[in-house]
């Protein structure tokens, strides 16, 4: 990590610097931003939660402006990118947090449409509003493993990597820009055994858990 995130996971909350430890050395940092003085509960895996954040990417391009209306998720059940589910945990209500989020923990080597590329860090500052009670709903979890697997075999083809890319509309440029390029730096990273397919356990991006499906 260069000085900066280095600051940034030293000024942590300890509750977050221990579900993080893991992340750290690869580039992941949580930053506090501001904290209020009276803080009667903090956040925990398994609560729901409405925050209010923006994205930027490294370059400063903007990646979602500052959002309108607040997002509601729960907390650690994979409803949200890794970086979030880590590190928005111990948190205060009214608390500012800084995320600077590495794509293994974000998006790894998928594209989002046609705003995240491939293996994108993303900064994020976000803004705990409220901590609801309890509450699951796999059927909220994102699982973009599903969306791709269109024959429900478990198992993606390069022919359904493709069709993905298309349908998410991302677009088809000159030589690494090209899908086909795309695909091949793709199965170069997530097809861990060379079999041609990239399996549940291989892929990377955002998928529901064997149990949930």
Not at 28 to 34: A, C, I, K, Q, T
Not at 66 to 87: A, H, M, R
Not at 192 to 213: Q, V
Request: with cysteine; aromatic share 10%; glycine share 10%.
């Amino acid at each position: 990590m260069d000085l900066f995130r280095s600051v940034l996971a030293c000024i942590v909350l300890i509750s977050s610097c221990k579900a993080s430890a893991d992340y750290e050395e690869k580039g992941f940092g949580v930053g506090l931003v501001h904290k209020p003085t009276n803080c009667k509960r903090v956040t925990k895996r398994g609560d729901h939660i409405a925050v209010k954040y923006n994205g930027t990417f490294v370059d400063g391009s903007t990646y979602v402006p500052t959002s309108k209306k607040p997002f509601e998720f729960t907390l650690g059940e994979g409803q949200v990118i890794t970086g979030w589910d880590l590190g928005l945990l111990g948190m205060c209500v009214g608390e500012i947090r800084q995320l600077v989020v590495p794509s293994h923990v974000a998006y790894g080597n998928w594209p989002v449409g046609d705003k995240v590329p491939p293996k994108s860090t993303i900064e994020f500052f976000v803004e705990l509003l409220q901590i609801k009670d309890t509450f699951t709903d796999r059927d909220m979890v994102s699982d973009t493993f599903s969306q791709i697997d269109t024959n429900g075999d478990s198992m993606l083809s390069n022919d359904e990597v493709a069709k993905f890319l298309k349908k998410q509309n991302y677009p088809d440029g000159p030589g690494e820009k090209s899908h086909s390029h795309i695909i091949r730096e793709i199965f170069l990273e997530e097809d861990k055994n060379s079999d041609g397919t990239i399996s549940h356990k291989e892929f990377s991006g955002p998928k529901k858990y064997i149990g949930d499906l």
